[in-house]
C-alpha cells in the first residue's frame, strides 16, 4: 500500500509560480509511474505530466514549457514546478502513482491563480 501527500499550494497572482510537493510512502517508489492530474471546479480531472522511473516526462499540451515535473527517488517524492501561472490553472492537483496493478492517488492540494 502506498499513500501519498501532496503539499504545497495555495494562492498565486498571474503570472506568479507555485511548486507542489508529493511524498510517498512505502517501498519501491523508484519503480513507480508518478503523475500529475488536475481538476478544475465543474470539470473533469484531467492530465498534467508524468514520469518515469528513469526520468522521462510527458507533458499535456498547454502545459509544456509552463510546468516542469521532477522526482527524487531518495526522498520519496514527485515535485511539480508551475510557472507563468493564469486563472485557468486554478484547480485541485492530484498526484498518482502507477505500477502494473497497484494505482494510488494523493487527497489533493488547492492551487488558486487569482489577483
Excluded at 45 to 60: D, H, K, L, W
Aim: aromatic letters at 12%; proline letters at 3%; one cysteine or more.
Amino acid at each position: 500500500q502506498v499513500q501519498l501527500v501532496e503539499s504545497g499550494g495555495g494562492l498565486v497572482q498571474p503570472g506568479g509560480s507555485l511548486r507542489l510537493s508529493c511524498v510517498a510512502s512505502g517501498s519501491d517508489f523508484r519503480f513507480y509511474l508518478m503523475h500529475w492530474y488536475r481538476q478544475a471546479p465543474g470539470k473533469q480531472r484531467e492530465f498534467v505530466a508524468f514520469i518515469t522511473s528513469g526520468g522521462n516526462t510527458n507533458y499535456e499540451g498547454s502545459m509544456k514549457g509552463r510546468f516542469t515535473i521532477s522526482r527524487d527517488n531518495a526522498k520519496n517524492s514527485v515535485y511539480l514546478q508551475m510557472n507563468s501561472l493564469k486563472p485557468e490553472d486554478t484547480a485541485v492537483y492530484y498526484c498518482r502513482a502507477k505500477l502494473g496493478r497497484n494505482d494510488y492517488w494523493g487527497q489533493g492540494a488547492q492551487v488558486t491563480v487569482s489577483s
